[in-house]
């Protein structure tokens, strides 16, 4: 999976999505990995739950603390990947390609404008939470 | 009404911590390395070759005078009449009603002369209670903020250590200390650790204890020695089954639910006797090493079940690196504090089977 990295758009809390039409996927920024480093534990959310941009729904641990993670857009989870629960040191490894963490078909596209640019995430990540 | 945040405090290696890429957190007061490149990296050093700590964090608090060993004999649940020059014992300060102040380390210097490790946290308030029952022939001073120490820990540590600073530490025996070699007497090394590995504390005043930290981090490169923070710190104590202050023991735990009740003794008097006495027979929990039958971390405040029923909280909680599963140490109730029984701990709203387990989690190697 190739994304073009200047195409993602980015929650001030380090999760980007790569939009094709009403399709999403959704990650953790590299530098968000960094600050979580050794990523141990993952808890995916189910396919098929409908949630809210911006709302908690599912789990990052590293060995010193969890980290929820929260969705950039609202809609249905379509899929989840499954490689990343069963070795989530991937995540650590390839926050933009391989650690990739679900699919969503976006409810409301319009929210996008929310989001930040690539280049903006740049700006404000280390100060960002 | 204003509110006035304590300024936080700066070992004396703090540069060194920023300049080695270290990640600085605020911990019990001070501005702490949690780590420097990774806790996972940094924990299997110290299991399978050497690593470094600045626990300059810890208080330091001398007792002298002709009255300083009837002094802490009074203060401390402990009998030190075994403890001889050279050595130490671990051990904890009690409250009138028998609950843990804080557990330490006594230096026994000579019989007129110890010098206590406490906890960084804890720091004013033991220096406060001793003082209320210091004597003119025992005088109690906190000489922390003139006192760092560094933790070289690891399989490897005597190798370090013999090399770089003190031919005659590898001569010293567990819990035993000295004088650090060539130091003039301004430096003190131990062995000791947290980490459950062999290892050595060296204590020393802020300008010999960069110096000292330089060497272990350029020389120690040929055995492999890594610097580590606060994450490595605690993930090690765990598995090691080493309780923290705050976590396993606070002020409403006595010795007895805290798996401590081995440093009371009943031939003496000491302050908190009577009280911990009356309470023993009440005491209804109890403190258990528990693993977590996936690889979801523990963590601490999780709360523990038994058939959906609430039957105690998790103290502390990690993913072990050593075992590759969550572990954690809990209270629980007596009745389920039992090596086997299968529990349930919520995490996130799930409720993960969990089971009791012998502590500690990985083997013991210190001497």
Known sequence: MALDLSKLKYLESHEWISVEGNKGIVGISDHAQREISDVVFIE??????VVKQKESCMVIESVKAAFDIYSPV???ITKVNDKVAGDPGVVN???????????IELSNPAELANLLDAKKYDEVKHHAH | MTTTATPLKR??????????????????????????????EEHLAVRNGVGIFDVSHLGEIAVKGAGALAFLEAVVPTDLTKLVDGKMQYTVVLNEQGFILDDIIIYRDSFDSFYLIVNASNIAKVEKHLQKYARPDAVVADFSDHCGCIAVQGPKAVDVVDALFDKQAKNLGYYAFKPLEGSDNRAWISRSGYTGEDGFEIFAGPELLGPI????????????????????????????????????YDETRTPYDGRLGWLVTSTKEYVGKQALAAKKAGIKERVVGFKVNDKAPARDGYMILKDGKPVGKAASGTYSPSLKVGIGIAHVAAEHAVVGTKLEMEAHGRRVPIEVVKLPFTPIRHL
């Open chain 2, 213 to 248: 930290w330089d060497r272990l981090v350029t020389e120690g490169k040929k055995f492999g020695l890594v610097p580590c923070g606060l994450g490595a710190r605690n993930t090690l104590r765990l598995e090691a089954g080493n309780g923290l202050y705050g976590h396993e």
């Open chain 1, 44 to 49: 995916l959310p189910k396919v098929g739950r």
């Open chain 1, 74 to 76: 609202s809609g249905k």
């Open chain 1, 93 to 103: 490894q390839s926050a933009y390609g391989d650690g990739w963490l679900f699919e």
């Open chain 2, 11 to 40: 070992t004396p290696l703090y540069d060194r911590h920023v300049a080695l890429g270290g990640k600085i957190v605020p911990f019990a007061g001070f501005e702490l390395p949690i780590q420097y490149t990774s806790i996972m």
